[in-house]
């Protein structure tokens, strides 16, 4: 025993691979490495080998046995006890299954199966049965796809043995051993159901060869789906015929087979697709909870959904802890059972289930590590380092390299095969588990007054034509440091598709101040807790399609009009832009009039630009709930002859508006911040003007407001939605041409100047904006007034948003805000 002990010491301390560092730090172990001549009393079954008539025979050989992975091994239990059976459904008989009996030639010839159509093929796993929820779903979603035929294994009699049958496996082992064995070193009842698994791929085979010589199956057609144990199994039939199409290995087992060879376990060899959903990788012998499923690698394309471990509601610790009390309601004891102890093993069946039949698609990331993944460094889909998880993963080009990242497939219609190796993806914690994925760009600017760094929670509101998503974490590890000047990426997930376009992006960010960290505290005026946002960058990630060369589309936003957002602790700031992409997909329709109209409605845009992607063809424009605040910005357009601006801000009008929009007809401006009668002159040459409507501005609070708009546009025959009768017209001009109305237009002329830029700013009062802690005291002031004359100025005041400063110096409240410096800020704040 001495000298064997020494061997092993010498190896393990001498082992070039333990020098290297290899994937499997245990690979020295493999007893067929092992190139020592001494016996080895722990194989007790070295290069015995048993018969199980027609199906064939089994051996066990030195290359079934791992020092650290496989140190025992026994032969799979008799043919009678294991019953392998095999159940056939297909669109004919979706319930009601068909018994398939490999040396019954009738239960084939008779049956409902069909050459013709693919074969699907289900395995269950240890201590599983086909009665089991998952199974039945399973088959429902493949029959629902189509003309397929779909046969489930039923090996229940080998998948958890029966106690008698464990003792006698115990009695073996332990007469080989050299020291007594405890449960607590390895389960008896894993390794006689892993024996057993062999026993069922040699029927399974059987079955296969049997099909093909009465049915004509093409073994091509074959796809095995195997869960757990059920993946190996699929590995050892297919080993048995050549040729077979795809095996997806859900989880495969790793007690037993996690750093053995490929003859041993599931692995690319098995089949001409072989695909792995990896769920529960975490490993039996490092210092964490252990897993049942394998971490290695072991198909051509190897899936790992969250990093191929821990599943979003699994920990029992935190929300996952819920799933069970419910799960026991809606799903029974069974499916409780699999949620408290086996929820991350049993997530890969759950993922595969959804992505048959469901519309959102599982799209992965070829790239070296999870971590990468998170930090947006492997989210290109060119060169084919992206493929579908699930049902519909695609083959990949084996041995083939792209020759540049910015290829597409030769043929542009198709997308491009993906590239062998690990794959990386998140997804949700209950149905639908499919997220999109996107990937946020910050780049953060750097002025003088800003902190080299400052920590917090940074959260967004997405709003794209398809929808607004809010709440979007964009620090999901929790406080972030973000360095003023650097780039900041992360991939965050949401099951919403926002379709191609995004259109405007809220920003929210919360400073963190830590006591470990002094430089984050931020007291009275210490220092500055402001993030400095220059642009964002949003990605949707999208597989090629047919007709597409870009696999994901970017949508840069920056801060209107400044280089960079200012964005207070508690604060917020809106990104936007109108883009000829968000015009395209805007809503356009037949209105009402018979007009074509266009609906940029509610997208928060700060100004008018890119409407030459309109190419003049439609008639009225919806520009209503956005954030405008001066009316320009449009290119020629000759047949548009109304503007729906209801809701904004608008201070300013064009002076070239006319020569850009000369035929139009109407204006709505409602619920703007048009202040004096002046500002409205630039409408007055719009020759073909006759409907005009200011409720809700201030200017309509104006002293001759009526009889001015009725004097200075003599074709407007609604105002307000109210008519102008000739009468009106008559009396606007008898007072407009007196010398006291001559006055009175003198002065509205004069006052509006004050609102040119650089002209006549110190004869204009300085305006401070109104806090919010005053607008219910003016409210409440106007119920309590004397006089119409001092409603009229406290409504005035309350319209507008802002007082005199005299009057805000007075009560101590307010800031100086001059008009254009506001006009040209890169952000709102609530």
Same mark, same amino acid.
């Given at each position: 025993?001495?000298?064997?002990?020494?061997?092993?010491?010498?190896?393990?301390?001498?082992?070039?691979?333990?020098?290297?560092?290899?994937?499997?730090?245990?690979?020295?172990?493999?007893?067929?490495?092992?190139?020592?001549?001494?016996?080895?009393?722990?194989?007790?079954?070295?290069?015995?080998?048993?018969?199980?008539?027609?199906?064939?025979?089994?051996?066990?050989?030195?290359?079934?046995?791992?020092?650290?992975?496989?140190?025992?091994?026994?032969?799979?239990?008799?043919?009678?006890?294991?019953?392998?059976?095999?159940?056939?459904?297909?669109?004919?008989?979706?319930?009601?299954?068909?018994?398939?009996?490999?040396?019954?030639?009738?239960?084939?010839?008779?049956?409902?199966?069909?050459?013709?159509?693919?074969?699907?093929?289900?395995?269950?796993?240890?201590?599983?049965?086909?009665?089991?929820?998952?199974?039945?779903?399973?088959?429902?979603?493949?029959?629902?796809?189509?003309?397929?035929?779909?046969?489930?294994?039923?090996?229940?009699?080998?998948?958890?043995?029966?106690?008698?049958?464990?003792?006698?496996?115990?009695?073996?082992?332990?007469?080989?051993?050299?020291?007594?064995?405890?449960?607590?070193?390895?389960?008896?009842?894993?390794?006689?159901?892993?024996?057993?698994?062999?026993?069922?791929?040699?029927?399974?085979?059987?079955?296969?060869?049997?099909?093909?010589?009465?049915?004509?199956?093409?073994?091509?057609?074959?796809?095995?789906?195997?869960?757990?144990?059920?993946?190996?199994?699929?590995?050892?039939?297919?080993?048995?015929?050549?040729?077979?199409?795809?095996?997806?290995?859900?989880?495969?087992?790793?007690?037993?087979?996690?750093?053995?060879?490929?003859?041993?376990?599931?692995?690319?060899?098995?089949?001409?697709?072989?695909?792995?959903?990896?769920?529960?990788?975490?490993?039996?012998?490092?210092?964490?909870?252990?897993?049942?499923?394998?971490?290695?690698?072991?198909?051509?394309?190897?899936?790992?959904?969250?990093?191929?471990?821990?599943?979003?509601?699994?920990?029992?610790?935190?929300?996952?802890?819920?799933?069970?009390?419910?799960?026991?309601?809606?799903?029974?004891?069974?499916?409780?059972?699999?949620?408290?102890?086996?929820?991350?093993?049993?997530?890969?069946?759950?993922?595969?289930?959804?992505?048959?039949?469901?519309?959102?698609?599982?799209?992965?990331?070829?790239?070296?590590?999870?971590?990468?993944?998170?930090?947006?460094?492997?989210?290109?889909?060119?060169?084919?380092?992206?493929?579908?998880?699930?049902?519909?993963?695609?083959?990949?080009?084996?041995?083939?390299?792209?020759?540049?990242?910015?290829?597409?497939?030769?043929?542009?219609?198709?997308?491009?095969?993906?590239?062998?190796?690990?794959?990386?993806?998140?997804?949700?914690?209950?149905?639908?588990?499919?997220?999109?994925?996107?990937?946020?760009?910050?780049?953060?600017?750097?002025?003088?007054?800003?902190?080299?760094?400052?920590?917090?929670?940074?959260?967004?509101?997405?709003?794209?034509?398809?929808?607004?998503?809010?709440?979007?974490?964009?620090?999901?590890?929790?406080?972030?440091?973000?360095?003023?000047?650097?780039?900041?990426?992360?991939?965050?997930?949401?099951?919403?598709?926002?379709?191609?376009?995004?259109?405007?992006?809220?920003?929210?960010?919360?400073?963190?101040?830590?006591?470990?960290?002094?430089?984050?505290?931020?007291?009275?005026?210490?220092?500055?807790?402001?993030?400095?946002?220059?642009?964002?960058?949003?990605?949707?990630?999208?597989?090629?399609?047919?007709?597409?060369?870009?696999?994901?589309?970017?949508?840069?936003?920056?801060?209107?009009?400044?280089?960079?957002?200012?964005?207070?602790?508690?604060?917020?700031?809106?990104?936007?832009?109108?883009?000829?992409?968000?015009?395209?997909?805007?809503?356009?329709?037949?209105?009402?009039?018979?007009?074509?109209?266009?609906?940029?409605?509610?997208?928060?845009?700060?100004?008018? =630009? /890119? !409407?030459?992607?309109? %190419?003049?063809?439609?008639?009225? @424009?919806?520009?209503?709930? $956005?954030?405008?605040?001066? &009316?320009?910005?449009?290119?020629?357009?000759?047949?548009?002859?109304?503007?729906?601006?209801?809701?904004?801000?608008?201070?300013?009008?064009? =002076? /070239? !508006?006319?020569?850009? %929009?000369?035929?139009?007809?109407? @204006?709505?401006?409602?619920? $703007?911040?048009?202040?004096? &009668?002046?500002?409205?002159?630039?409408?007055?040459?719009?020759?073909?003007?006759?409907?005009?409507?200011?409720?809700?501005?201030?200017?309509?609070?104006?002293?001759?407001?009526?009889?001015?708009?009725?004097?200075?546009?003599?074709?407007?025959?609604?105002?307000?939605?109210?008519?102008?009768?000739?009468?009106?017209?008559?009396?606007?001009?008898?007072?407009?041409?007196?010398?006291?109305?001559?006055?009175?237009?003198?002065?509205?002329?004069?006052?509006?100047?004050?609102?040119?830029?650089?002209?006549?700013?110190?004869?204009?009062?300085?305006?401070?904006?109104?806090?919010?802690?005053?607008?219910?005291?003016?409210?409440?002031?106007?119920?309590?007034?004397?006089?119409?004359?001092?409603?009229?100025?406290?409504?005035?005041?309350?319209?507008?948003?802002?007082?005199?400063?005299?009057?805000?110096?007075?009560?101590?409240?307010?800031?100086?805000?001059?008009?254009?410096?506001?006009?040209?800020?890169?952000?709102?704040?609530?």
């Amino acid at each position: 025993m001495w000298k064997y002990v020494s061997a092993l010491l010498t190896l393990g301390l001498t082992s070039p691979a333990v020098k290297g560092g290899p994937l499997d730090p245990f690979s020295w172990a493999r007893a067929d490495k092992l190139s020592i001549d001494v016996n080895l009393p722990w194989l007790p079954f070295e290069n015995e080998t048993r018969c199980f008539g027609e199906i064939g025979c089994l051996n066990i050989t030195r290359e079934w046995y791992h020092l650290i992975h496989r140190p025992f091994n026994v032969f799979p239990l008799p043919r009678n006890i294991i019953n392998t059976r095999f159940y056939l459904y297909t669109p004919k008989n979706p319930i009601t299954s068909q018994n398939l009996v490999a040396e019954d030639e009738k239960t084939i010839t008779e049956s409902n199966f069909n050459a013709d159509w693919q074969t699907k093929i289900i395995i269950h796993g240890f201590i599983d049965t086909p009665l089991s929820n998952w199974v039945s779903e399973l088959r429902d979603e493949l029959i629902a796809r189509g003309n397929l035929n779909v046969i489930v294994v039923d090996w229940a009699g080998g998948s958890l043995p029966l106690y008698t049958q464990v003792s006698d496996v115990a009695a073996a082992v332990a007469q080989h051993s050299m020291c007594p064995l405890s449960a607590s070193q390895f389960s008896l009842t894993q390794l006689q159901a892993t024996a057993n698994t062999r026993l069922v791929g040699l029927e399974l085979a059987y079955l296969l060869q049997k099909l093909q010589e009465i049915s004509g199956l093409r073994m091509e057609d074959v796809h095995m789906i195997g869960h757990s144990l059920g993946a190996h199994t699929a590995a050892y039939a297919a080993e048995r015929i050549p040729g077979i199409g795809r095996i997806t290995g859900l989880d495969p087992a790793e007690p037993y087979f996690q750093g053995m060879g490929p003859s041993v376990r599931l692995d690319p060899t098995d089949a001409q697709f072989v695909d792995v959903i990896h769920t529960d990788g975490r490993s039996f012998f490092l210092l964490e909870i252990p897993g049942y499923g394998m971490s290695q690698p072991c198909g051509h394309l190897d899936f790992y959904p969250n990093n191929g471990k821990e599943q979003p509601g699994c920990a029992l610790s935190q929300e996952g802890g819920t799933l069970i009390p419910l799960t026991l309601i809606k799903d029974g004891i069974e499916e409780a059972s699999r949620v408290l102890l086996a929820c991350n093993h049993v997530r890969a069946i759950k993922l595969f289930i959804d992505s048959i039949n469901g519309k959102c698609p599982y799209v992965a990331h070829r790239c070296p590590s999870y971590q990468h993944f998170l930090a947006g460094r492997c989210f290109k889909c060119t060169a084919g380092n992206c493929a579908y998880m699930g049902y519909h993963a695609s083959m990949p080009v084996i041995g083939h390299q792209n020759s540049s990242e910015n290829d597409i497939a030769s043929d542009v219609n198709e997308p491009m095969a993906p590239q062998p190796g690990k794959y990386f993806l998140a997804t949700g914690k209950d149905f639908p588990f499919c997220q999109r994925h996107y990937r946020f760009t910050i780049e953060l600017a750097k002025p003088r007054d800003a902190e080299s760094w400052v920590q917090g929670y940074l959260t967004a509101a997405i709003f794209s034509d398809r929808g607004a998503v809010r709440g979007v974490d964009l620090t999901p590890r929790g406080t972030a440091r973000l360095e003023h000047g650097t780039t900041y990426q992360v991939v965050v997930t949401n099951p919403h598709d926002l379709g191609d376009r995004i259109r405007k992006v809220e920003l929210n960010w919360t400073h963190e101040m830590n006591v470990l960290q002094p430089r984050s505290l931020c007291l009275l005026f210490w220092c500055n807790d402001h993030l400095y946002v220059k642009s964002i960058t949003v990605e949707i990630m999208q597989m090629p399609s047919r007709g597409k060369r870009n696999s994901g589309s970017s949508n840069k936003l920056c801060a209107p009009k400044k280089e960079y957002a200012d964005i207070a602790n508690l604060n917020q700031c809106k990104m936007v832009k109108l883009t000829p992409e968000l015009i395209n997909l805007s809503m356009q329709y037949m209105n009402p009039c018979r007009d074509r109209e266009l609906s940029l409605r509610g997208y928060k845009i700060p100004q008018i =630009e /890119n !409407l030459g992607a309109t %190419l003049d063809q439609f008639d009225v @424009i919806d520009f209503s709930d $956005n954030d405008l605040r001066k &009316l320009d910005g449009f290119p020629h357009l000759q047949r548009l002859k109304c503007l729906l601006l209801n809701n904004n801000r608008i201070v300013r009008i064009s =002076e /070239n !508006l006319h020569e850009s %929009l000369p035929n139009l007809e109407s @204006i709505i401006l409602t619920g $703007n911040s048009i202040q004096e &009668l002046g500002d409205l002159e630039p409408l007055t040459h719009l020759p073909k003007l006759e409907t005009l409507c200011l409720l809700m501005n201030p200017v309509s609070t104006k002293p001759h407001y009526r009889e001015y708009i009725a004097y200075r546009f003599p074709n407007l025959r609604l105002l307000d939605f109210r008519k102008i009768k000739q009468k009106d017209k008559k009396a606007a001009n008898e007072l407009f041409k007196s010398k006291k109305g001559k006055e009175i237009h003198k002065e509205i002329t004069k006052r509006a100047k004050t609102f040119v830029p650089g002209a006549g700013l110190a004869d204009k009062a300085k305006l401070t904006r109104i806090p919010n802690a005053n607008v219910q005291a003016i409210r409440e002031a106007i119920k309590n007034a004397t006089s119409l004359q001092e409603v009229e100025k406290l409504t005035r005041m309350l319209q507008s948003g802002q007082i005199p400063e005299e009057v805000s110096n007075g009560n101590g409240n307010g800031t100086v805000e001059e008009e254009e410096e506001e006009e040209q800020e890169p952000m709102e704040q609530d």
